[in-house]
């Protein structure tokens, strides 16, 4: 046969392995890599046991035996992420808050098109020229929560951790907050509406396991994840 039966066309989904860690993207992601030209050909190999796709422990065992060399998909995202520059900087401006001046840069991110923002209190260069060590700065991620950022609503008694955490900043006199957005906010059907939705369904969970005495262990841990997500 001088070509197999059958050849589906498959679809690059943009922005490669670090959007979508599939087998698509990991081929052109690695042809660009090496310099040539964005595409490739997949081809699996057979268990011979069963007849299904093999594994990666048995493809390590295939490689070894023939001497062949192996990239896994996590490989190649952890190349792009260590050698590729994925946010651009698109805005920055001085920011007058309640809590003191903050510089807050803009970062819009080359693979999906989010946009992120970095709020900067205080001189945190780190020239080669200073004789002094420099000092750790405070430092906070935070998620973006339209109903605790804008509208200073409570989790669970506590909140709003953006204010708690800009104030910590301003009294320390120095440190950034990181405000990310999801990865799901700018899709449709996962803005405010949606985030409304979880919240209640978050409260409503709280109430149950408040009532029955920590007994509801999925809605406790639920709330945790949320909990843990504006912590992070």
Do not use: W
Not at 2 to 12: D, K, M, N, S
Not at 102 to 109: I, K, L, Q, V, W
Not at 111 to 130: N, W
């Amino acid at each position: 046969f001088r070509r197999p039966g059958h050849i589906f066309p498959l679809r690059y989904r943009q922005g490669g392995v670090i959007v979508r860690p599939g087998h698509t993207e990991a081929a052109v992601d690695l042809a660009r890599a090496s310099g040539s030209y964005p595409a490739g050909v997949l081809c699996e190999i057979v268990d011979r046991s069963d007849g299904s796709m093999a594994r990666t422990p048995l493809l390590m065992q295939f490689a070894k035996q023939h001497g062949l060399k192996v990239v896994t998909i996590a490989d190649l995202i952890r190349h792009r992420l260590r050698h590729e520059q994925l946010l651009q900087q698109v805005a920055a401006t001085q920011l007058q808050t309640r809590h003191g001046s903050f510089t807050a840069y803009c970062f819009r991110s080359l693979v999906d098109g989010a946009e992120h923002a970095a709020l900067v209190a205080g001189g945190l260069s780190s020239s080669s020229h200073s004789q002094q060590q420099p000092q750790p700065a405070l430092a906070r991620v935070q998620m973006q929560q339209h109903l605790m950022d804008a509208f200073g609503a409570l989790h669970r008694g506590q909140g709003p951790f953006l204010d708690q955490a800009m104030a910590a900043i301003a009294a320390a006199g120095s440190g950034v907050v990181l405000y990310v957005q999801g990865h799901s906010s700018s899709r449709p059907g996962k803005g405010l509406a949606a985030e409304l939705q979880s919240f209640a369904r978050s409260q409503e969970a709280c109430e149950i396991s408040s009532s029955s005495g920590g007994g509801a262990t999925d809605a406790a841990s639920s709330s945790d994840a949320l909990e843990g997500a504006n912590r992070a």
